[in-house]
């Protein structure tokens, strides 16, 4: 049994008491998840690297909370589930999880669903790179804003295809603030040079590199990105923001 199920059937096997106590609490949900982690390495967001998260959506978002959030790489849901408590109190505001591991995408939603949290978050089966355009659609149906954050958890080889998918839908605009998890062995030295380097270097990147997510996907060139590094324990964030476009 893999770890993920054993950790829905930890959960879901508690005794009805205290699964009723931590019903609709997204904190009680979370803290579960931890615990079990604790002794188990699954592979969710650590604790530290998630409250840095939190720290930075909190003091970016003060007056203007997100109304779409949107993850790639939303495993059994932790993140979604923290980092949804950012979200505008609108009854539209989304967090949109993707997530292309099937059985990782059911443990998401039931740990969602006991969380209360079913109609703020949309787990989104299937490789990211294939759901998006239609979340791109959709986002554009309901008068257009584009997202507030967008997470790249899923695979460093997938942080700048996917990027550049995000760009070119227009998924990324001004203000959009990009978090990825600079935790991978190695780290993802390419992504942040591409995050860091001037529109030209981009625009040469994209030109010579055939996007592995998309060949129709070149990415914008002319976006300009704020990056900085943050450098936790044993691992770090790059958080990018989207500041403009560059016209002419
Ligand atoms: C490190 S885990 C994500 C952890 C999660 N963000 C959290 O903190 O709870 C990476 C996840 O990305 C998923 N994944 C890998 N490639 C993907 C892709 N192309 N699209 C969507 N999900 C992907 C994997 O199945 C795995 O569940």
Redesign the pocket.
């Known amino acids: 049994m893999s770890r993920e199920q054993a950790l829905a059937d930890h959960i879901f096997g508690l005794p009805q008491h205290q699964l009723e106590a931590v019903r609709g609490h997204p904190a009680k949900v979370c803290e579960l998840i931890e615990q079990f982690s604790a002794q188990h390495l699954l592979?969710?967001?650590s604790p530290q690297r998630a409250a840095a998260v939190v720290v930075h959506l909190k003091a970016q978002y003060k007056k203007n909370p997100p109304k779409v959030m949107l993850?790639?790489?939303?495993?059994?849901?932790?993140?979604a589930i923290l980092f949804s408590h950012q979200l505008a109190p609108d009854s539209y505001a989304q967090y949109y999880s993707?997530?292309?591991?099937k059985e990782?995408a059911k443990i998401a939603r039931q740990l969602v669903d006991l969380a209360g949290l079913t109609n703020r978050i949309e787990i989104v089966d299937g490789?990211?790179?294939n759901s998006l355009q239609s979340l791109g659609n959709k986002v554009a149906r309901l008068s257009y804003v584009a997202p507030a954050f967008v997470?790249l958890?899923?695979?460093k080889e997938?942080f700048i295809p996917d990027l550049r998918v995000l760009e070119t839908l227009n998924l990324i605009a001004p203000g959009t603030v990009v978090v990825a998890a600079n935790s991978y062995a190695g780290g993802v030295p390419e992504y942040v040079r591409y995050v860091r380097g001037t529109p030209a270097e981009r625009r040469e990147y994209n030109y010579d590199v055939r996007n592995v997510s998309g060949k129709i996907m070149p990415g914008r060139w002319n976006m300009l990105y704020e990056s900085k590094g943050i450098e936790l324990d044993d691992e770090g964030l790059e958080i990018t923001r989207c500041i403009d476009y560059l016209n002419g």
């Open positions: 592979t969710i967001t993850e790639l790489g939303g495993y059994i849901g932790y993140s993707f997530e292309s591991n990782h490789k990211a790179s997470y958890d899923h695979g997938l």
